[in-house]
Structure formats: structure tokens, C-alpha cells
């Protein structure tokens, strides 16, 4: 077990006594959980620390550093319940103690200062064929050429770019009987309203027609579809909050690593630069209930 920095104050074994009560479509300002007094309040922080010192736990931060990356705890918390404030912003949201110690012990899991700083990601990973389609069946018969395939056979072959020699069989191997038959959606804006396409497809997502599927499920198209639909919605959410937390936590932790490289005298604060301000980015459909 690590001991105690010399410098730390005492854990406080209670949080900040007092409740704040919101009445419906109204927010108490000011809004409490990330001021000054509520991080004092948790205790267990030091007053001083030599530069260079490996800070690999939540206690290893003074009360300067967690209201430094008091911005980054609000934004996390509303990346944590995105139903519950996605029509409110993160500066108006109330962080309770445990919320606190939630975030800075997500901070250090299997993290510690010594680490490189971090290049931001600048975007969500990639979508995968898998977040926006569900099995439905197999193939009953080998399958006819595609739409676009016949189109590009009937094109001109100089005109077209020659094909790696693996991808054509991978993608005729897909349509062969007893390969996996899928569901497909996908989603696009326009004029206020999302419209929602679906398409059976192959494993390497070459279209198909429903009339070559022997099905696994006994429930109809509209059923599918929903099923299909609600798979890709919760995985684009995944994809939206992995990215914003990971924005999160990068720009929190170097700031750490550069305050542990500082450090700190009694009495005064790192001197290093702030937090980089993360803007969150929002899934679409999210984005437009906020609007409305």
C-alpha cells in the first residue's frame, strides 16, 4: 500500500451537506460541484509537491489542479447520462462528490503521469459494416451479380480502376449459399425530418433481394427494421461518447502531466496552462431534439 504524499490534508469523511432541489424546466443557480470549496471539501489532497513527481492516484492532485479540470469533469458527466442532459449544458449541471471520485479515478485507471502526452483525435472512429446491420438468414442459392456489378461489367473496363486480384473473390464468396444474409439501415437528414433507408446486403455489403434469404427470425420486415434501426442508433451513440470521453480525459491528463512535471510550494498553484477547452460533439438525432 502507498503511503501518503507528506503533504496531504486529511480525507473529509462527508460531502457537502447540503441538497439542492430542481423544480420542473428550472436549474438553482449557481449550480454547485466543481467550485472551489467542493473539491476542499473532498480532502485527501496535498499541499505542496516537488516537481517531477509521479502522480498515479486521485489524492496526488491539490485543490488548484481538480478545479482546473473542472470543465472536463461537467462534460464528462453529461457524456456519462447523455439522455438525462442532452438538453442541458454542461455548465449547468450539478457534479455531486461522487461524480467527483468518479471521474478522477477514471482519470488514473491504468494511467499514471509518467505517460507521453497525447495527440487529440480530431474525429469518432470509422463506422464498421457490424453498427449498422443485423442477421437475418442465409443465402438460399448462389446470387446473381448486383446491380452495380452488372453496371460496371457493362462499363467500359479501360475506364474503371483494376481491381486487387483477393477483393473480387472475397466479395463473390459473400454471395455464395449458406452465407450470412443482413439487414442494413442508414439514416440521413433532410428538411427537419430523418429519412431511414434499408437494403439486404452481403457480408461484404453488396446489395441483395429478400427473395434469397432463408430467415432465422420469424419476425416481419417492420420488426427487422426496428430491431436494425435501434442496434445502429445505440452503436453510434458508443461511437459519439468513446470519442468525446477519450477528448475528455487526453486533455485532463496532459494537463497532469504537466503539472506533475511543475510542481507546486505551499501556498500557490502549478504553473502551467490550462485545460484545452473540448467542444462535445453530439449524435445527429440528439443534435435535433435539442432544437425542438
Same mark, same amino acid.
Given at each position: 500500500?502507498?503511503?501518503?504524499?507528506?503533504?496531504?490534508?486529511?480525507?473529509?469523511?462527508? *460531502?457537502?451537506?447540503?441538497?439542492?432541489? @430542481?423544480? %420542473?424546466?428550472?436549474?438553482?443557480? %449557481? +449550480?454547485?460541484?466543481?467550485?472551489?470549496?467542493?473539491?476542499?471539501?473532498?480532502?485527501?489532497?496535498?499541499?505542496?509537491?516537488?516537481?517531477?513527481?509521479?502522480?498515479?492516484?486521485?489524492?496526488?492532485?491539490?485543490?488548484? !489542479?481538480?478545479?482546473? +479540470?473542472?470543465?472536463?469533469?461537467?462534460?464528462?458527466? =453529461?457524456? @456519462?447520462?447523455?439522455?438525462?442532459?442532452?438538453? +442541458?449544458? %454542461?455548465?449547468?449541471?450539478?457534479?455531486? *462528490?461522487?461524480?467527483?471520485?468518479?471521474?478522477?479515478?477514471?482519470?488514473?485507471?491504468?494511467?499514471?503521469?509518467?505517460?507521453?502526452?497525447?495527440?487529440?483525435?480530431?474525429?469518432?472512429?470509422?463506422?464498421?459494416?457490424?453498427?449498422?446491420?443485423?442477421?437475418?438468414?442465409? #443465402?438460399?442459392?448462389?446470387l446473381p451479380p448486383s446491380d452495380n456489378k452488372?453496371?460496371?461489367? &457493362?462499363?467500359?473496363?479501360?475506364?474503371?480502376?483494376?481491381?486487387?486480384?483477393?477483393?473480387?473473390?472475397? /466479395?463473390? &464468396? *459473400?454471395?455464395?449459399?449458406? =452465407?450470412?444474409?443482413?439487414?442494413?439501415?442508414?439514416?440521413?437528414?433532410?428538411?427537419?425530418?430523418?429519412?431511414?433507408?434499408?437494403?439486404?446486403?452481403?457480408?461484404?455489403?453488396?446489395?441483395?433481394?429478400?427473395?434469397?434469404?432463408? #430467415?432465422?427470425?420469424?419476425?416481419?420486415?417492420?420488426?427487422?427494421?426496428?430491431?436494425?434501426?435501434?442496434? #445502429?442508433?445505440?452503436?453510434?451513440?458508443?461511437?459519439?461518447?468513446?470519442?468525446?470521453?477519450?477528448?475528455?480525459?487526453?486533455?485532463?491528463?496532459?494537463?497532469?502531466? @504537466?503539472?506533475? *512535471?511543475?510542481?507546486?510550494?505551499?501556498?500557490?498553484? %502549478?504553473? +502551467?496552462?490550462?485545460?484545452?477547452?473540448?467542444?462535445?460533439?453530439?449524435? !445527429?438525432?440528439?443534435? /435535433?431534439?435539442? /432544437?425542438?
Amino acid at each position: 500500500m502507498m503511503e501518503d504524499h507528506p503533504g496531504n490534508v486529511g480525507h473529509a469523511n462527508m *460531502a457537502p451537506s447540503s441538497t439542492i432541489k @430542481e423544480e %420542473p424546466d428550472s436549474r438553482p443557480l %449557481p +449550480v454547485t460541484g466543481t467550485r472551489y470549496e467542493d473539491f476542499e471539501s473532498d480532502g485527501g489532497y496535498p499541499t505542496s509537491r516537488p516537481g517531477g513527481y509521479f502522480m498515479n492516484r486521485p489524492t496526488d492532485l491539490n485543490v488548484h !489542479e481538480k478545479f482546473d +479540470v473542472g470543465n472536463n469533469l461537467r462534460k464528462w458527466v =453529461k457524456t @456519462e447520462h447523455p439522455e438525462l442532459y442532452h438538453k +442541458v449544458r %454542461p455548465e449547468e449541471i450539478n457534479i455531486s *462528490a461522487n461524480q467527483r471520485a468518479d471521474f478522477f479515478c477514471t482519470l488514473y485507471k491504468d494511467w499514471t503521469s509518467p505517460a507521453d502526452l497525447e495527440e487529440m483525435p480530431s474525429s469518432p472512429r470509422p463506422k464498421t459494416k457490424d453498427d449498422t446491420r443485423i442477421h437475418v438468414g442465409k #443465402w438460399n442459392q448462389y446470387l446473381p451479380p448486383s446491380d452495380n456489378k452488372r453496371r460496371r461489367d &457493362e462499363g467500359d473496363d479501360n475506364k474503371s480502376p483494376t481491381p486487387s486480384p483477393k477483393k473480387p473473390k472475397k /466479395r463473390e &464468396e *459473400a454471395r455464395l449459399r449458406d =452465407k450470412p444474409a443482413y439487414l442494413a439501415v442508414g439514416s440521413s437528414a433532410g428538411k427537419g425530418v430523418d429519412k431511414v433507408t434499408s437494403d439486404f446486403k452481403d457480408g461484404s455489403g453488396q446489395m441483395a433481394t429478400s427473395q434469397y434469404i432463408d #430467415w432465422k427470425s420469424k419476425d416481419n420486415i417492420n420488426q427487422l427494421k426496428r430491431r436494425c434501426l435501434t442496434k #445502429w442508433e445505440r452503436n453510434e451513440r458508443t461511437r459519439i461518447r468513446q470519442f468525446n470521453q477519450g477528448r475528455i480525459l487526453i486533455s485532463s491528463r496532459n494537463y497532469i502531466i @504537466e503539472a506533475a *512535471a511543475a510542481g507546486f510550494v505551499e501556498g500557490s498553484r %502549478p504553473s +502551467v496552462s490550462l485545460p484545452g477547452v473540448i467542444e462535445l460533439v453530439e449524435h !445527429e438525432r440528439m443534435r /435535433r431534439s435539442s /432544437r425542438s
